[in-house]
């Protein structure tokens, strides 16, 4: 019995001494990344985005307490292009709060307990990791650049509508209860070439469906890496199987036109861009030949010019040795 009076002696003194509060929020440290600016703010108890220079490209603020990105968490960072929220507590995330990291191309948010994704991402937008989420909805057709998407981990029994992502080139599904996937979910993402799954959805009744003969055919049409492979165990279905809707087929023709725009405009800027250089150093030439030649020289009348010739001749007349 006295032993559990001191116990709770000391316990309520802790508790007195730090006031039943959290330890304090630390400070960001200030790091170079490749030759990129960056804040370290990682595992330091922050409960929001911290405040920092505009210069920044790097931030880290993984491991830490946050729980709501708000619509002015990220009005100090116009120049980010890495942004690390990983295993926080994040379970909001306000419509416009990416709106204002118009330069952001890798984004983690993993380790998470986000349900919604806001439909406003970054169109610059490279690579997205949202494992580990109880992901419901996420609408990611904003960000048109995305090559890499992470959703592993996501308890997602079907695919959502992810949108049109016409420079996907990975697709990472794997470790979710998934009982179905279909030609749809894939049509969007023309540009694919890898697409990993769970091992789950391979060893359940779904290889023995008619979606799965579909999506095989798809995978091999469209050379599309699958990992782990499958193999659909039925094959005198196959001929039954075989799709007469013509969804798919605009819903893929739809993200190519996508995907050439995109190029088309890549080009385009790249010309703009050369015209630019030489349009630049055409004139850099021309100055620098002006400033080359030589200064005119002063008109003189026929007087001028015989006394300067008479002049010059006897510069030029060789000296009597007397």
Request: a neutral charge; glycine letters at 2%; charged letters at 20%.
């Amino acid at each position: 019995m006295d032993i559990e009076i001191i116990c709770f002696a000391i316990l309520m003194f802790l508790v007195n001494t730090h006031g039943g509060r959290s330890p304090p929020e630390g400070r960001c440290r200030l790091t170079t990344v490749f030759r990129m600016l960056g804040a370290d703010c990682s595992n330091i108890n922050l409960v929001n985005i911290p405040t920092q220079t505009k210069s920044i490209e790097v931030l880290d603020a993984s491991v830490n307490r946050i729980r709501i990105l708000k619509n002015n968490s990220f009005t100090t960072y116009a120049s980010l292009k890495f942004l690390y929220l990983n295993d926080n507590s994040i379970t909001i995330i306000e419509s416009g709060a990416f709106i204002p990291l118009e330069e952001l191309e890798v984004l983690d948010l993993s380790l998470n307990a986000i349900r919604d994704l806001p439909a406003m991402m970054p169109s610059t937008l490279r690579r997205i990791y949202i494992s580990e989420n109880p992901l419901e909805s996420i609408p990611l057709g904003s960000a048109v650049s995305l090559t890499y998407v992470n959703l592993s981990s996501c308890r997602l029994t079907e695919l959502p509508h992810i949108g049109e992502l016409p420079m996907l080139v990975e697709l990472n599904i794997s470790s979710n209860p998934l009982v179905n996937l279909t030609v749809n979910n894939l049509a969007s993402f023309c540009h694919l070439e890898t697409l990993r799954l769970p091992q789950e959805l391979l060893e359940s009744k779904y290889i023995s469906s008619c979606d799965c003969v579909r999506v095989k055919r798809w995978t091999i049409e469209h050379s599309i890496l699958v990992i782990p492979n499958f193999n659909c165990t039925v094959y005198d279905e196959e001929t039954a199987c075989i799709s007469n809707s013509t969804d798919e087929a605009r819903t893929f023709a739809a993200c190519q036109m996508a995907l050439q725009q995109h190029y088309a405009s890549h080009w385009t800027a790249m010309a703009c861009g050369i015209g630019i250089i030489i349009i630049c150093a055409v004139v850099l030439t021309i100055v620098w030949r002006r400033r080359r030649r030589p200064p005119p020289q002063p008109h003189r009348n026929p007087e001028q010019e015989a006394a300067f010739r008479t002049r010059k001749l006897l510069e030029d007349a060789p000296k009597s040795k007397f």
